[in-house]
């Protein structure tokens, strides 16, 4: 088994917009043909600079999925770039494709109930104890960098599902308590098509020439078993797109979650905020990096918000929000539509509450979402055909 450096040797990205930008800005150079050719390759911990890293500050918007195809498009040319390109809007197909299905991850967290604590295999290969070394290492790297290349998750996950024979959303849930980039969407639907109940009957095997190949020779694993794959289940039909609002011609509490650290870019009158509050993040069941790291996120949200908008606020939980809001005088909660997820679960919670008190919370959902959401109607394949009309003028 390859061995790990220490937890403390590994340092977590700073949870910052400004920081996102810089490594926005490193990346570009790399995001043509570089990163076509070089994207699949995983050479190990401290050896990703081939692959953006941008994912964990995506995840949060503390940059926009725009604004970093707007930014690789003032370097390369929408064809050198489109591998690049491609892989920001399957994390925008993704969240379309579980937003017009929200059954799916209702369903996962039944099943997660239903499957209770893992034990016995499941704790094993969580902790890197498989004797299958290559599984074991990554195993590590997740745990100790809340970080794993899309390559090594796909392989993982195939072994998790096929070679372990270990529930796929037990596995999923696994993934989200480390992942520094962990969305509920992106990580579900990869693991389910991984499991082929995505693509129903159209399963991804690892194999031993692809992990060679593609970790430059680090793994060079024995024949891996392939059980079954997961029953098949009945993929609902796509729901209309929810309806998002905007904000009020009216004096507003404007909330701030970790879905979207970037408030001050959503089409807001700044006279219209009188107040701004955070909601706490979602701590149970996520590593403690992974509570730092979205801690200081909002952290970062909150203080360019109160710049912006000339308001300091305080981070609290849903059901103290609405309290805050009316002994203000405030009758509207405003805040950024969040996917489905804890965060939007939270929100529902909120707009009940809203209802029963008299104050209304408004869902401000962004244009590149409405634009591109609809459109996940099917398979990744269909939807690609609409990025060149969804790319930013």
């Not at 043509?32 to 190990?44: K, L, M, S």
């Not at 790297?141 to 993982?156: K, S």
Request: hydrophobic share 45%; glycine share 8%; aromatic share 10%.
């Amino acid at each position: 088994m390859m061995n790990m450096r220490s937890h403390d040797q590994f340092d977590t990205p700073l949870a910052t917009r400004a920081a996102g930008l810089e490594r926005l800005q490193a990346f570009l150079p790399k995001a043509g043909a570089n990163y076509a050719h070089w994207r699949n390759h995983d050479f190990g911990p401290g050896r990703h600079d081939h692959v953006s890293g941008l994912s964990p500050y995506i995840r949060h918007r503390l940059i926009t999925e725009e604004e970093v195809i707007r930014a690789v498009l003032t370097h390369h040319s929408a064809q050198a770039a489109e591998k690049f390109i491609q892989e920001v809007y399957w994390r925008t197909y993704w969240k379309g494709w579980l937003e017009l299905r929200p059954a799916i991850w209702d369903d996962y967290l039944a099943d997660l109930e239903r499957l209770g604590p893992p034990d016995g295999d499941a704790l094993d290969a969580m902790k890197g104890q498989t004797g299958i070394a290559c599984f074991d290492h990554w195993a590590q790297e997740l745990v100790t960098t809340g970080y794993l290349h899309n390559h090594a998750r796909m392989w993982f996950a195939s072994i998790w599902i096929f070679t372990l024979g270990l529930p796929w959303q037990q596995g999923a849930d696994f993934f989200l308590q480390h992942l520094l980039d962990g969305d509920p969407a992106s990580n579900t639907l990869s693991w389910r098509w991984v499991a082929g109940l995505q693509t129903p009957g159209k399963t991804y095997l690892a194999t031993p020439e692809n992990i060679a190949a593609f970790t430059g020779g680090r793994f060079t694993p024995k024949p891996l078993p392939h059980g079954p794959a997961p029953a098949l289940e009945p993929i609902p039909a796509p729901r209309l797109l929810p309806p998002a609002f905007n904000a009020p011609e009216a004096p507003f509490l404007l909330l701030v979650t970790e879905e979207d650290l970037q408030t001050e870019s959503l089409p807001l009158k700044p006279g219209h905020v009188a107040a701004i509050a955070g909601l706490a993040p979602r701590t149970a069941n996520i590593s403690p990096r992974v509570a730092t790291f979205r801690s200081a996120a909002l952290a970062d949200g909150m203080a360019r918000a109160a710049t912006h908008f000339g308001h300091v606020g305080a981070v609290m939980e849903a059901n103290a929000l609405v309290d805050q809001a009316k002994g203000l005088g405030l009758n509207h909660i405003v805040t950024a539509y969040a996917p489905i997820g804890p965060t939007a679960t939270q929100l529902g919670t909120l707009a009940q509450a809203c209802a029963a008190q008299g104050v209304e919370l408004h869902l401000i959902r962004r244009a590149w979402d409405s634009a591109a959401w609809p459109l996940a109607t099917k398979g990744f394949f269909p939807f690609r055909q609409h990025i060149p009309n969804l790319l930013p003028r």
